[in-house]
């Protein structure tokens, strides 16, 4: 390998979801390949990546802010591509309305950055070979640009195992299951990520085997809808957990995002039986109304999703169980509404996240009419916030005292006294600590007491 002062640098922008968290990953270890080393510092970056969302209107503006802000103070000569869901959402032509974007890929094709990179560079140099001046600082909106871009419609047939450069380094994230089958009225993801696609098992077990072998302590499984983990391959969520579980060295496993009509009561029978398997479930529920749920096309009723509660409750009664919802689908009455606010308290989440529904291109929802007005929608949201908030308030009190077991992640990114880490049920804990023995106590397990609780974290001490 060369020295790392002769290698190139990259920075890469992550926005949206674990998915484009863990995408990010992989762009790192296949651009290693190519002798791209990782940066922090975009303005000294050879290439720039922003990773994209696009799951609400609100992402994308955020990537042509992040666009224009860029190509101002981007080093000159440098690279800046576009990867992820807005790419894979709007196609080639973004090309042409991001023209200071130099490479466009989507998140089909992904193993197909390090050759459009190369591509890019070398119509760079050519552009600079045959003289055309502002080739050289490669800023601005001018025709030479290399604007490479190359998306997939389809996820290709065997998905290529790419290497993957991990940003974390006690914990990992595994793709077990790419896409979703869903089509959620409101839903862009199935037009980013494609159809469910599931890993098989044997890979995902030498991946993990390899992560503890590394030292890696947890891993959480990753899909859009992980508990349609095996539907396509003849295995199941629940196989899939007991054949992680024996592997030693991995102490925590969790999975995420669970789809009601996907989980089983087998699923949360092997949560509760398997030791290392954190009692911890983020199940969006999105609405609270049974015509709401079936005009989103959600394919289960509240009397359902309280059923899987229950039986979870039941059988873990200190489960830690989050949520997501929507707030203002179109035609949602404040009835209607009132339903939702209703089921976030019969739950008792930990943790629930809110958001004001909005219009995607190509989804159904986008062609009805949006009756309700944006000050109403806020109003909503704030109410519901506020109740969230005091559900979650109530929920953390049960930790207080308690002694948990926490794996310890790193530093306090806001105070160099304390470091950070998480419950068995994944809270997140801040822990007071000198920083003198900071290093004792990273990347491993220890004892801590809570001390305080917020609705969003825990404070405690080591014990
Ligand atoms: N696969 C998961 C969710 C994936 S998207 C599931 O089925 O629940 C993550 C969250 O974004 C969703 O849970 C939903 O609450 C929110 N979301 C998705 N599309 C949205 C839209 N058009 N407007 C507002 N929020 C949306
Ligand atoms: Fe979107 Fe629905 Fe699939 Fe979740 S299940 S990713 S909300 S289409
Ligand atoms: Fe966003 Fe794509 Fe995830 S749209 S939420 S980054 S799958």
């Not at 996820?155 to 077990?176: G, Q």
């Not at 949201?381 to 109530?394: D, G, H, Q, S, Y």
């Amino acid at each position: 390998m060369s020295s790392s002062n002769l290698k190139k640098k990259v920075f890469i922008e992550t926005l949206g979801c674990q998915m484009n968290v863990a995408d990010t990953e992989r762009m790192l270890g296949l651009l290693d390949e190519i002798d791209y080393t990782q940066t922090e510092d975009r303005e000294q970056a050879d290439l720039a990546i922003l990773n994209t969302c696009s799951i609400r209107e609100h992402a994308v503006d955020k990537m042509r802010s992040y666009m224009g802000r860029w190509d101002k103070t981007r080093k000159p000569g440098s690279l800046v591509a576009l990867a992820g869901c807005v790419p894979q959402q709007e196609g080639t032509k973004l090309a042409s309305d991001m023209r200071t974007a130099d490479i466009i890929i989507g998140t089909h094709n992904l193993h197909r950055l390090p050759d459009l990179v190369l591509e890019a560079e070398r119509r760079r140099e050519l552009n600079q070979i045959n003289g055309i001046e502002e080739a050289f600082a490669n800023k601005g909106v001018y025709a030479s640009r290399p604007q490479v871009a190359e998306i997939w419609e389809e996820l290709p047939e065997d998905i290529p195992e790419t290497p993957i450069f991990r940003k974390t380094k006690y914990y990992a994230w595994v793709n077990v299951i790419y896409g979703c089958n869903y089509r959620c009225t409101y839903c862009i993801v199935p037009k980013t990520r494609g159809v469910q696609r599931s890993r098989p098992i044997s890979e995902i077990v030498s991946e993990v085997q390899n992560l503890a072998d590394e030292g890696y302590k947890e891993i959480i499984l990753l899909g859009q809808n992980v508990d349609g983990y095996g539907l396509d391959i003849d295995t199941k969520l629940a196989t899939l957990l007991r054949e992680v579980h024996k592997i030693d060295g991995i102490e925590r496993i969790k999975f995420l995002t669970s789809h009601p009509c996907d989980m089983t009561y087998e699923l949360i029978e092997t949560v509760a039986e398997l030791p290392k398997v954190s009692k911890y479930f983020h199940i969006p529920i999105q609405a609270g109304n049974d015509q709401i749920l079936k005009r989103m096309a959600r394919r289960y009723t509240v009397a359902r999703y309280m059923e899987l509660i229950n039986y979870i409750r039941k059988l873990m009664p200190d489960a830690s169980i989050t949520g997501d919802v929507i707030v203002g689908f179109p035609g949602e009455t404040h009835e209607q509404f009132m339903d939702t606010v209703k089921v976030i308290q019969d739950v008792a989440y930990d943790a629930c996240n809110t958001a004001i529904y909005s219009k995607r291109p190509f989804t159904p929802a986008a062609e009805w009419e949006d009756n309700i007005s944006l000050a109403e929608k806020q109003e909503r949201i704030r109410f519901l916030n506020a109740i969230c908030t005091e559900v979650a308030e109530k929920q953390a009190l049960r930790y207080l005292d308690k002694i948990e077991k926490v794996l310890v992640e790193g530093k306090s990114v806001r105070n160099p006294n304390r470091l950070t880490g998480r419950i068995f049920n994944n809270k997140t804990v801040n822990i007071e600590c000198d920083p003198a023995l900071h290093d004792k106590y990273i990347g491993a397990f220890a004892d801590v007491r809570i001390t305080r609780t917020n609705p969003w974290a825990l404070r405690g001490e080591f014990v």
